[in-house]
């Protein structure tokens, strides 16, 4: 009897791991009352004090965030897509943090960078955006809330005040150069601007 209850407690404990693996975060939240709890579903948006971990180690990028914010941003991650001299970019960027979405920037200015931008978005028109799997390129700003809402991100800003955006970084970042290179074959790796026929390759 005794062995069948120990076998049934396992059990519990393998699929109660099993759970928090397939989910791969635990959300710690602290109630009014001063309760912490720990649970790998998102607690209710009432809830101002959360903290979201990685299980497999780690903090998530959705540290600290809100309960409704940190929610949409661990399973639907936004990155943006931009490049220099670009309007629409300006405008798409600054609505993103006039409106709180985390974002990662990717900067398309090689022909690698293109070739990125190509494979994520399908096209070369700039600015652009994922929302999760979802594709966006172009900016009319209506699309985007549009799309930011429906990946179940709050309308209003909820980032932390003490938030700090990421440092934009290359869409194909180049690899680190051979360590005995010489500076002539360091020159001609270089990648060459992204032009075909003395014109940019994408569009905005």
């Given at each position: 009897?005794?062995?069948?209850?120990?076998?049934?407690?396992?059990?519990?404990?393998?699929?109660?791991?099993?759970?928090?693996?397939?989910?791969?975060?635990?959300?710690?939240?602290?109630?009014?009352?001063?309760?912490?709890?720990?649970?790998?579903?998102?607690?209710?948006?009432?809830?101002?004090?959360?903290?979201?971990?990685?299980?497999?180690?780690?903090?998530?990028?959705?540290?600290?965030?809100?309960?409704?914010?940190?929610?949409?941003?661990?399973?639907?991650?936004?990155?943006?897509?931009?490049?220099?001299?670009?309007?629409?970019?300006?405008?798409?960027?600054?609505?993103?943090?006039?409106?709180?979405?985390?974002?990662?920037?990717?900067?398309?200015?090689?022909?690698?960078?293109?070739?990125?931008?190509?494979?994520v978005s399908g096209g070369a028109l700039l600015p652009a955006m994922t929302v999760g799997s979802k594709k966006i390129s172009g900016y009319q700003?209506?699309?985007?809330?549009?799309?930011?809402?429906?990946?179940?991100?709050?309308?209003?800003?909820?980032?932390?005040?003490?938030?700090?955006?990421?440092?934009?970084?290359?869409?194909?970042?180049?690899?680190?150069?051979?360590?005995?290179?010489?500076?002539?074959?360091?020159?001609?790796?270089?990648?060459?601007?992204?032009?075909?026929?003395?014109?940019?390759?994408?569009?905005?």
């Amino acid at each position: 009897m005794k062995m069948k209850k120990v076998l049934s407690g396992l059990l519990l404990l393998s699929t109660g791991l099993l759970a928090l693996n397939a989910s791969a975060q635990l959300y710690k939240s602290v109630g009014p009352d001063g309760k912490v709890t720990y649970s790998d579903v998102p607690p209710p948006p009432s809830i101002k004090r959360v903290e979201v971990k990685s299980i497999t180690g780690g903090d998530s990028p959705v540290n600290n965030f809100p309960a409704d914010l940190a929610g949409p941003a661990s399973k639907n991650p936004v990155a943006f897509y931009s490049t220099a001299g670009c309007a629409p970019c300006d405008e798409a960027r600054s609505m993103l943090k006039s409106n709180g979405i985390p974002f990662a920037e990717k900067t398309v200015k090689t022909n690698e960078d293109v070739a990125r931008l190509k494979q994520v978005s399908g096209g070369a028109l700039l600015p652009a955006m994922t929302v999760g799997s979802k594709k966006i390129s172009g900016y009319q700003s209506a699309d985007w809330r549009t799309s930011l809402t429906d990946a179940g991100y709050p309308t209003t800003n909820r980032l932390p005040k003490d938030y700090r955006y990421p440092a934009p970084e290359a869409a194909a970042p180049p690899p680190p150069p051979p360590a005995k290179a010489k500076d002539t074959a360091n020159d001609a790796s270089k990648p060459a601007p992204a032009q075909q026929n003395g014109e940019a390759t994408f569009r905005f």
